[in-house]
């Protein structure tokens, strides 16, 4: 069964910066290798809303972002620790939310869900 | 690029079927057959139930199914049980490598 796990989460001051890490497990090296993922985040009360996404090495190692985050966030990856990272930066009170790492199983399918991290801006 | 429009709420008694519709436009749920419906339980991570308009995973039961028209899809869930009550989230492909989310539908089992 593969999991994924975040981590990382907790309370910043606006203007501050944080480091998402999602680690996960019962995937092979090469299926995380070719594996794409995306952030996801769920505002307290609100809707579901994607961040961003990478794309594998092989197609590319490509990231692609919302008009939100675009230029504050920045999605990395190690697939030796089959590990996906989420550094945000000039974070406001907005970006409160609870953050998922997903696996994209398929084109524009979100098929494995970690339990997600919570991120709270705040002074 | 703006959020999928779904009803804020849906019902139905055990046994009855529930349909959501999910509108778009003709540069995401309209323009491509990447429409994925997610159930979330209050508390817990979003899961896959319907993905490419009308495909199920594996482990999903048959009670749910999706479909397309046009710039709306829906998904429906024939044979109510308790366990259905849930947030019901569509999603789309929005084309240059963006994703948009629906506004959510809270389903409740009367």
């Known amino acids: 069964e593969v999991q994924l796990v975040e981590s990382g989460g907790g309370l910043v001051k606006p203007g501050g910066s944080l480091r998402l890490s999602c680690v996960a497990s019962?995937?092979?090296?090469?299926?995380?290798?070719?594996?794409?993922m995306s952030w996801v985040r769920q505002a307290p009360g609100k809707g579901l809303e994607w961040l961003g996404r990478?794309?594998?090495?092989?197609?590319?190692?490509?990231?692609d972002y919302s008009a939100p985050v675009k230029g504050r966030f920045t999605i990395s990856r190690d697939d030796s620790k089959s590990t996906v990272f989420l550094e945000m930066n000039s974070l406001e009170t907005e970006d409160t939310a609870v953050y998922y790492c997903?696996?994209?199983?398929?084109?524009?399918?979100?098929?494995?869900w970690g339990q997600g991290t919570t991120v709270t801006v705040s002074s | 690029q703006s959020a999928l429009t779904q009803p804020p709420s849906a019902s139905g008694s055990p046994g009855q079927s529930v349909t959501i519709s999910c509108t778009g436009t003709?540069?995401?749920?309209?323009?491509?057959?990447?429409v994925s419906w997610y159930q979330q339980h209050p508390g817990k991570a979003p899961k896959l139930v319907i993905y490419?308009?009308?495909k199920r995973p594996s482990g999903v039961p048959d009670r749910f199914s999706g479909s397309n028209s046009g710039n709306t899809a829906s998904l429906t869930v024939s044979g109510l049980q308790a366990e259905d009550e849930a947030d019901y989230y569509c999603?789309?492909?929005?084309?240059?490598?963006?994703?948009?989310f629906g506004t959510g539908t809270k389903v409740t089992v009367l």
């Open positions: 997903t696996w994209n199983t398929k084109i524009a399918v979100f098929g494995v």
């Open positions: 999603s789309s492909y929005a084309g240059s490598n963006n994703y948009v």
């Open positions: 490419e308009v009308n």
């Open positions: 019962g995937l092979t090296f090469s299926e995380f290798s070719d594996a794409w």
């Open positions: 990478i794309k594998s090495e092989a197609g590319g190692g490509t990231r």
């Open positions: 003709s540069s995401d749920v309209g323009g491509y057959d990447y």
